[in-house]
Structures are given as structure tokens and as C-alpha cells.
């Protein structure tokens, strides 16, 4: 028996290509995961197709196969890290309708992304981060972001924010909320690395230093093609990460699709020998 067993008991999948959210269901009742993530970047999943009847049946139904649903936030095409305060407010009310629909569903965490950093080409210096020239303005932007997603989940879900990408004002402005409890953290443990296989070190000792504020832990290989690849083709140390982590109140999600690719990484997983 793999001495994994304490994390395999609470591995999920990520639903993005399922027709529904009972169909995802299904297929983690059946093959051994004990939750579900959902993702709402797909259209089949945003919030508004759902209303609140539908709602309450699927919390039903996900309680009756005993599996916890998570919800992941759309993170490619959104960014709390712009300086246009009508874009970032767009951004802050769409994902307060995503914080609803977790709670509506009993969804026991959300995942969000802080988003792209806006960079300036600089001939000779490359893509200069807007964040060079307006530190302090970032910083308070990305930091009021955070804090009224953080009151707005209360009650509802927990939120958490996931290393992508996880810069220098991230971690300061997640600091002071994550000593406070109102915050939480989603790692990513392919996104430590750069495609070279070296780690962001920094990166590395915010999440140690933070372990007890790790709520979910995604999970998929990466190499030199890039990441969310099958677990066990690339060069992700997961017996490390996974020993630190087997102790925490923390759930996982396998972030490799589609599902049959997600099964062949549980599988490697269950080999794993911390």
C-alpha cells in the first residue's frame, strides 16, 4: 500500500471537458477520487447557466456520491493585476459570482488566479513589468483586490490564490491577509518550476513559510514542452512536495486532461513511496 495514503484519499480531478457537473461527478465516484474542481472558464460551467434550483440539486447529488465539489475561477482571460480600475472591477464582481456559486453549491474552496502582470518592450531590456516603474500602485491595487474577494467569500467558501504567477508584490500583498486568516493558498506544484527544471526558489520558501494557509495543491508533471503534463513525464519532484504536505489539512486536485490522462496520473501517483 502506498504510504500516500492519507493524500490519495483526497485527490480530486479537474471537470473541464465533462457535458455536466453530475457527469464529472459520476466519473470520480466511480474511479476513485474523492472530489471534483470545476471549472468555470467553460462556458458549460459558468455560473449563470445554473439557477439556484439546479444548484441545490447538484449540492444533492455531489453529497449523495460523497464528493466534495471545488470550483476553479477562470484565470487565462482574467487579471487582478491591472492599474484600469473599471477592467479590475469587471474582474472583482465576475468573480464574486463565482464565490456565489461555490457557496450555492457547497463548493468547499475556490481557486483564483492574480493574473498577468501588464509589461512595456524595451529594445535591448525586454518585457519591462509595469510594476517597476508603479510598485506602490500595484501593490495597493492587487492588495484591495484581494481583501474584498476575501471579505466577499466569508460565510460562503474559502479562497484561495494560486502561485500563477506568484511575483514579489503577490506574496507581499498576500502577507498581511494570510497572517489575518482571511486568505488561503492553492500550490501549484509544476508552476515552481521553470521549463529548465530549476525551481523559483523564493517562490518555494513563501509556500513553506506559509504551509498552514495550503488549502488545495494542484498536481501535474511538467517539461521542457510545459506543463499539466501526465504525472511521471517530467521532472516534478512530487515525493517531496507530497511528504511536506501529507500531514495538512489540504485537498488535491490532478490537473491533467482529459479524465483518462487524469487516471493514468493517479495511478503513478498510487506508486509513489514517501
Known amino acids: 500500500m502506498s504510504e500516500l495514503e492519507g493524500v490519495l484519499s483526497r485527490i480530486g480531478f479537474h471537470a473541464v ?3 455536466s457537473i453530475e457527469e464529472a461527478v459520476d466519473f470520480a465516484s466511480e474511479n476513485g477520487f ?8 467553460m462556458p458549460r460551467f459558468f455560473p449563470e447557466k445554473y439557477s439556484s434550483e439546479i444548484r441545490a440539486k447538484i449540492r444533492r447529488y455531489a453529497d449523495s456520491k460523497n464528493i466534495v465539489l471545488k470550483i476553479h475561477a477562470p484565470g487565462e482571460d482574467f487579471s487582478l493585476q491591472t492599474l484600469h480600475t473599471s477592467i479590475q472591477r469587471a474582474v472583482i464582481e465576475r468573480l464574486k459570482e463565482i464565490i456565489d ?11 483564483i488566479h492574480p493574473g498577468v502582470v501588464p509589461v512595456f518592450t ?3 531590456e525586454g ?9 506602490q500602485l500595484h501593490l495597493q491595487c492587487l492588495k484591495a483586490a484581494f481583501e474584498e474577494l476575501s471579505d466577499y467569500s466569508k460565510g460562503k467558501t474559502l479562497l484561495c490564490v494560486e502561485n500563477s504567477p506568484c511575483t514579489e508584490i503577490v506574496m507581499e500583498a498576500l502577507s498581511e491577509l494570510l497572517k489575518d486568516n482571511r486568505i488561503f493558498l492553492t500550490w501549484d506544484l509544476a508552476k515552481l518550476y521553470r521549463k529548465d527544471g530549476t525551481i523559483h526558489e523564493e517562490v518555494e520558501e513563501f509556500f513553506l513559510k506559509y504551509l498552514d494557509k495550503v488549502k488545495e495543491c494542484h498536481l501535474h508533471d511538467r517539461n521542457e514542452k510545459g506543463g499539466h503534463a501526465i504525472i511521471g513525464q517530467g521532472f ?4 517531496r512536495y507530497l511528504r511536506t504536505l501529507s500531514e495538512k489539512d489540504v485537498e488535491y486536485t490532478i490537473e491533467v486532461r482529459p479524465k483518462d490522462n487524469a487516471l493514468k496520473s493517479l495511478e503513478v501517483l498510487r506508486r509513489i513511496k514517501i
Open 17 to 19: 471537458y465533462e457535458r
Open 34 to 41: 474523492a472530489s471534483v474542481q470545476i471549472e468555470t472558464a
Open 101 to 111: 456559486f461555490a457557496g450555492d453549491l457547497n463548493a468547499k474552496l475556490v481557486t
Open 122 to 124: 524595451i529594445p535591448g
Open 127 to 135: 518585457d519591462i513589468p509595469i510594476t517597476v516603474q508603479y510598485p
Open 236 to 239: 516534478v519532484n512530487f515525493k
